[in-house]
């Protein structure tokens, strides 16, 4: 973030939508697709995981234009959000999912939206129990040792194999793909290959 000012710091909020467009709630820009009442953002810290909520109205505070966004969202669209002094410098602090969409009505003439739901990391941690065991070679010439070659059971393959092998599943009958959920599994994308763990 920039050096102390005396700017305020703003959210900035995106929807993403059915259709994979957005709704945009960025005061920089400026650009209102909605119109944020309140919002509340925790991030995961230690073993706990994110949650969010915010209220917001319809642009213009309508209930056809409220009607218009509620018909362009659902459960499991992303929400994402940044906070900072300018567009430039905003620093992105939240991915969610939409898990509950409440909506309020104090007066026949403004329909307040609530939507709340995990962090994306724990939206898929939550989704995705499973149940595995492993056992790492031991040394031909000295069963005391352990097989430094054998790569089954570093950090990196005992990720992937939690990840994508059907075994794992404690249902098997309705196993939960992880490309379901949004992720792509490759070496390449999780790290450690160099960590063993015997």
């Known amino acids: 973030m920039p050096a102390p000012t005396k700017r305020p710091v703003l959210p900035v909020i995106q929807i993403t939508k059915n259709d994979a467009s957005t709704f945009t ?21 230690d073993a706990r995981g994110g949650n969010y909520e915010m ?13 218009t966004l509620l018909t362009n969202i659902r ?51 939550k989704n995705r129990v499973v149940n595995d065991s492993w056992i790492q070679r031991k040394d031909l010439t000295d069963p005391n040792k352990v097989d430094t070659t054998d790569n089954s059971t570093t950090q990196q393959q005992i990720a992937i194999d939690l990840l994508t092998r059907s075994k794992t599943y404690p249902d098997r009958n309705y196993p939960v793909p992880i490309d379901t ?7 390449g994308n999780i790290a450690g290959s160099d960590l063993q763990i015997s």
């Open 181 to 187: 959920q949004g992720m792509t599994v490759s070496a």
């Open 55 to 67: 209220v917001l109205v319809s642009s213009d505070v309508s209930n056809s234009e409220a009607n």
């Open 75 to 125: 459960e499991d669209n992303q929400i994402t959000a940044w906070v900072g002094k300018t567009d430039a410098t905003k620093v992105k602090v939240f991915l969610g999912i939409i898990e509950n969409i409440e909506i309020n009505e104090p007066n026949k003439d403004l329909m307040e939206i609530t939507l709340s739901g995990p962090d994306w990391g724990s939206d898929i941690l």
């Open 25 to 45: 709630f960025n005061p920089f820009t400026p650009t209102f697709n909605f119109r944020l009442k309140n919002a509340r953002f925790k991030p995961p810290f």
